[in-house]
């Protein structure tokens, strides 16, 4: 992190340099090549076999004449390459891809140079294993035989992909006819083959898209198919087994189709699939998204605003409209903004708004030092704390910029980017200049948008905001904000008297600001920034306890000794905490001493009976919940604890600047129950049921026993 004066002198003589443009946002941006390709592709996919033959024609439009390198699956043998204007050579250091290098032939003038590519093999690399700070898995192409297993052929494992290039894509799938393949593009025509020959294609169908793509994806399966129409848009649902949520889903995307095409505008394609897939996925792809098989047995989760109607607006923000990710993501940041937060907004679900805001000011600041990073050099998830980064922080520099010119210009500026951008690559600094463009004037002749922009984007560090001082003659209020950081955001204050109160928006900057306001009512409290909207530091009584913080915290995982039956159970839940990167020691209740309890945060397994120190966290356990000798009390309703998961996040029973979690648990099955716990980060308490998946039982947040407030709430006397 640059020092402050550093930093603004860089401001300084970038704003002079681009006077009439957009700052250039450092070094983080990459310029694309001015070349795209078009690629006619044909494929032969043999599932019994687990393998493919293809054959891709490439052409270059502008080539530039700089070397290319396109890869390919080890696993296909390259039968043939062939081009008249292009020397090739074939790299075969990395491990899963062979990488063919061209450069151009010394006599070729040809600026639309041609490559012929024939190859054959097999495609079955098995899904990765997720770990507990991981919601997706991937493969780097499979092609499986069983019956409710299918396709899954990203770049490079069917034809040679080129890195941070733009295609249009002319693909004819050849495949058994009880096979259903998908990709990107619109369907050109569907044929069939009279075939009497055991695995081999006899069914043929035909994509093409209609403007560059950045990649290609195939999947395919014997899916059931669930078709609806609206405004020539085909809306179709595909699943390996019939289910009764297809009316649920179908009905769901006509929904957002409906919210979205009013704030973006045109819908890129002429079609949205909802594709079942075999292993833990949460993807999308232009026209289609490709969601676990078990997500989709869960509407209740898949339907939530932050994953279905994410991965249909990926198809304005990322799918039709591009990320090159070295020049940082800003799509995930939009779709997130978009979907997980203002769906809330257009469906009038205020408080689901509010929630949002919340836990995201909540997941920021529970971010562990050196897992924080500026949003610009967010890429791509890669576990939870980048979510954390790339999507919710980003997601929320998204509100503070609507906040400041007004949803009416976002929405505008957002409706002209996706129109002038189809097609292409887009970079942070593009979409800004769309909001400078759109911005009011009465606002830019007071300030610099760019310049507001710019260090949330580029400091890993938030601002926090403190009432200072309230001076009240009358109805005439002068109030002092201080601030740690000089970021510019538009504050919110709540006046309150005896039987009213009223919120207003004051933009504020620098690390002091003065506000005079004159009130229509007595007042006699003010309280800043009471419902989240401002992206700062939290203070500790705002922010509910919750499992992340402790998660964050570096904890002691203390479990039963060996002769309870938990205790297995709870070795390889630490187990799994270190595979899956989270920094944490452990250690059984008994060998727990003072100073081991009093200087970290805790994190205890099992039962009362079976964990010394859960007994005597018990006591601090919200009075909704009791636990008894089998049973699990909330709120009127009891489940049998060895039918439960209970996490619970409060006090530390004898420090207050740490952390202390529960997970409450007897007798499970097996560890599986407990992944379950890691979708829940943002909560204090959760109690799950093992025999309903999905919905919590209960849930209630609880928050730390202080008195005081006055950094953000005051009397006005």
């Given at each position: 992190?640059?020092?402050?004066?550093t930093?603004?002198?860089?401001?300084?003589?970038?704003?002079?340099?681009?006077?009439?443009?957009?700052?250039?946002?450092?070094?983080?941006?990459?310029?694309?090549?001015?070349?795209?390709?078009?690629?006619?592709?044909?494929?032969?996919?043999?599932?019994?076999?687990?393998?493919?033959?293809?054959?891709?024609?490439?052409?270059?439009?502008?080539?530039?004449?700089?070397?290319?390198?396109?890869?390919?699956?080890?696993?296909?043998?390259?039968?043939?390459?062939?081009?008249?204007?292009?020397?090739?050579?074939?790299?075969?250091?990395?491990?899963?891809?062979?990488?063919?290098?061209?450069?151009?032939?010394a006599?070729?003038?040809?600026?639309?140079?041609?490559?012929?590519?024939?190859?054959a093999g097999?495609?079955?690399?098995?899904?990765?294993?997720?770990?507990?700070?991981?919601?997706?898995?991937?493969?780097?192409?499979?092609?499986?035989?069983?019956?409710d297993?299918?396709?899954?052929?990203?770049?490079?494992?069917?034809?040679?992909?080129?890195?941070?290039?733009?295609?249009?894509?002319?693909?004819?799938?050849?495949?058994?006819?009880?096979?259903i393949?998908?990709?990107?593009?619109?369907?050109?025509?569907?044929?069939?083959?009279?075939?009497d020959?055991?695995?081999?294609?006899?069914?043929?169908?035909?994509?093409?898209?209609?403007?560059?793509?950045?990649?290609?994806t195939?999947?395919?399966g014997?899916?059931?198919?669930?078709?609806?129409?609206?405004?020539?848009?085909?809306?179709?649902?595909?699943?390996?087994?019939?289910?009764?949520?297809?009316?649920?889903?179908?009905?769901?995307?006509?929904?957002?189709?409906?919210?979205?095409?009013?704030?973006?505008?045109?819908?890129?394609?002429?079609?949205?699939s909802?594709?079942?897939?075999?292993?833990?996925?949460?993807?999308?792809?232009?026209?289609?998204?490709?969601?676990?098989?078990?997500?989709?047995?869960m509407?209740?989760?898949?339907?939530?605003?932050?994953?279905?109607?994410?991965?249909?607006?990926?198809?304005?923000?990322?799918?039709s409209?591009?990320?090159?990710?070295?020049?940082?993501?800003?799509?995930?940041?939009?779709?997130?903004f978009?979907a997980?937060?203002?769906?809330n907004?257009?469906?009038?679900?205020?408080?689901?708004?509010?929630?949002?805001?919340?836990?995201?000011?909540?997941?920021?600041?529970?971010?562990?030092?050196?897992?924080n990073?500026?949003?610009?050099?967010?890429?791509?998830?890669?576990?939870?704390?980048?979510?954390?980064?790339?999507?919710?922080?980003?997601?929320?520099?998204?509100?503070?910029?609507?906040?400041?010119?007004?949803k009416?210009?976002?929405?505008?500026?957002?409706?002209?980017?996706?129109?002038?951008?189809?097609?292409k690559?887009?970079?942070?600094?593009?979409?800004?200049?769309?909001?400078?463009?759109?911005?009011?004037?009465?606002?830019?002749?007071?300030?610099?948008?760019?310049?507001i922009?710019?260090?949330?984007?580029?400091?890993?560090?938030?601002?926090?905001?403190?009432?200072?001082?309230?001076?009240?003659?009358?109805?005439?209020?002068?109030?002092?904000?201080?601030?740690?950081?000089?970021?510019?955001t538009?504050?919110?204050?709540?006046?309150?008297?005896?039987?009213?109160?009223?919120?207003?928006?004051?933009?504020?900057?620098?690390?002091?600001?003065?506000?005079?306001?004159?009130?229509?009512?007595?007042?006699?409290?003010?309280?800043?920034?009471?419902?989240?909207?401002?992206?700062?530091?939290?203070?500790?009584?705002?922010?509910?306890?919750?499992?992340?913080?402790?998660?964050?915290?570096?904890?002691?995982?203390?479990?039963?000794?060996?002769?309870?039956?938990?205790?297995?159970?709870?070795?390889?839940?630490?187990?799994?905490?270190?595979?899956?990167?989270?920094?944490?020691?452990?250690?059984?209740?008994?060998?727990?001493?003072?100073?081991?309890?009093?200087?970290?945060?805790?994190?205890?397994?099992?039962?009362?009976?079976?964990?010394?120190?859960?007994?005597?966290?018990?006591?601090?356990?919200?009075?909704?919940?009791?636990?008894?000798?089998?049973?699990?009390?909330?709120s009127?309703?009891?489940?049998?604890?060895?039918?439960?998961?209970?996490?619970?996040?409060?006090?530390h029973?004898?420090n207050?600047?740490h952390?202390?979690?529960?997970?409450?648990?007897?007798?499970?099955?097996?560890?599986?129950?407990?992944?379950?716990?890691?979708?829940?980060?943002s909560?204090?308490?959760?109690?799950?049921?093992?025999?309903?998946?999905?919905?919590?039982?209960?849930?209630?947040?609880?928050?730390?026993?202080v008195?005081?407030?006055?950094?953000?709430i005051?009397e006005?006397?």
């Amino acid at each position: 992190m640059k020092n402050l004066t550093t930093f603004t002198l860089l401001v300084f003589v970038i704003s002079i340099l681009s006077m009439n443009n957009l700052l250039s946002l450092g070094d983080k941006q990459t310029q694309q090549r001015t070349f795209y390709l078009d690629y006619i592709i044909n494929l032969q996919i043999m599932p019994q076999s687990s393998s493919l033959s293809g054959q891709s024609e490439v052409t270059f439009h502008h080539y530039d004449g700089k070397e290319v390198q396109f890869k390919l699956l080890k696993s296909l043998q390259i039968v043939t390459i062939k081009s008249e204007d292009l020397d090739y050579t074939i790299d075969e250091s990395n491990p899963d891809y062979n990488t063919i290098k061209f450069n151009k032939k010394a006599q070729s003038q040809n600026l639309e140079p041609i490559i012929y590519f024939s190859y054959a093999g097999k495609v079955m690399n098995l899904p990765q294993e997720t770990n507990l700070n991981q919601k997706h898995s991937n493969s780097l192409g499979i092609i499986s035989p069983k019956n409710d297993e299918g396709v899954y052929l990203p770049a490079g494992s069917f034809y040679p992909s080129i890195e941070n290039s733009l295609s249009v894509f002319d693909v004819t799938i050849g495949s058994p006819k009880d096979y259903i393949m998908i990709t990107s593009g619109n369907v050109i025509k569907i044929s069939f083959i009279n075939n009497d020959k055991s695995n081999t294609p006899d069914k043929q169908i035909e994509y093409k898209t209609k403007f560059p793509d950045d990649e290609l994806t195939i999947v395919g399966g014997k899916y059931v198919e669930y078709i609806k129409q609206k405004n020539d848009v085909t809306f179709a649902l595909y699943t390996y087994d019939s289910t009764k949520y297809a009316d649920t889903y179908l009905n769901a995307v006509l929904e957002y189709y409906n919210i979205y095409t009013n704030l973006f505008g045109d819908y890129p394609f002429n079609r949205f699939s909802i594709v079942d897939n075999f292993f833990a996925t949460g993807f999308g792809m232009p026209a289609y998204t490709l969601l676990s098989g078990k997500l989709l047995a869960m509407p209740w989760v898949t339907l939530s605003p932050g994953s279905l109607a994410h991965e249909f607006v990926h198809n304005w923000w990322g799918n039709s409209v591009y990320v090159d990710y070295n020049g940082g993501n800003w799509c995930e940041a939009l779709t997130t903004f978009s979907a997980n937060y203002y769906y809330n907004v257009v469906t009038n679900k205020l408080n689901d708004a509010l929630d949002w805001r919340k836990k995201a000011l909540m997941s920021i600041d529970a971010l562990a030092p050196n897992k924080n990073y500026p949003v610009i050099d967010f890429k791509y998830q890669e576990n939870m704390d980048d979510a954390v980064i790339g999507y919710q922080k980003g997601g929320f520099i998204f509100y503070e910029i609507m906040k400041l010119i007004g949803k009416d210009a976002f929405f505008t500026a957002l409706k002209d980017f996706a129109q002038k951008y189809r097609g292409k690559r887009a970079y942070w600094k593009d979409i800004i200049n769309e909001f400078i463009e759109f911005t009011p004037k009465d606002f830019t002749k007071k300030y610099n948008l760019e310049k507001i922009i710019h260090p949330y984007l580029y400091s890993k560090d938030d601002e926090s905001i403190k009432l200072k001082e309230v001076k009240k003659n009358n109805n005439n209020l002068e109030i002092t904000i201080e601030k740690s950081q000089d970021y510019t955001t538009s504050l919110p204050i709540k006046f309150i008297g005896n039987n009213q109160s009223k919120i207003e928006y004051f933009i504020v900057s620098g690390n002091t600001a003065k506000i005079n306001y004159k009130s229509s009512f007595n007042i006699n409290e003010i309280s800043i920034d009471p419902n989240y909207e401002v992206l700062r530091k939290l203070y500790p009584w705002e922010k509910p306890f919750s499992f992340n913080q402790t998660l964050s915290s570096n904890p002691i995982i203390v479990i039963p000794d060996e002769t309870s039956p938990n205790y297995k159970l709870a070795q390889e839940f630490y187990k799994e905490m270190v595979a899956s990167n989270f920094k944490c020691t452990v250690k059984k209740a008994k060998d727990l001493t003072e100073n081991d309890i009093k200087n970290n945060s805790l994190l205890l397994l099992g039962t009362s009976q079976d964990n010394s120190l859960i007994k005597s966290v018990v006591k601090n356990f919200p009075k909704d919940i009791k636990i008894q000798d089998e049973n699990i009390s909330y709120s009127d309703k009891s489940n049998s604890i060895k039918e439960s998961i209970l996490l619970i996040s409060t006090d530390h029973p004898t420090n207050p600047n740490h952390y202390c979690t529960v997970i409450y648990f007897d007798n499970l099955p097996s560890f599986e129950p407990l992944k379950r716990l890691f979708h829940y980060q943002s909560y204090s308490l959760v109690l799950l049921s093992l025999n309903k998946p999905g919905r919590p039982l209960f849930s209630e947040e609880i928050f730390p026993n202080v008195k005081s407030k006055e950094e953000l709430i005051k009397e006005v006397n």
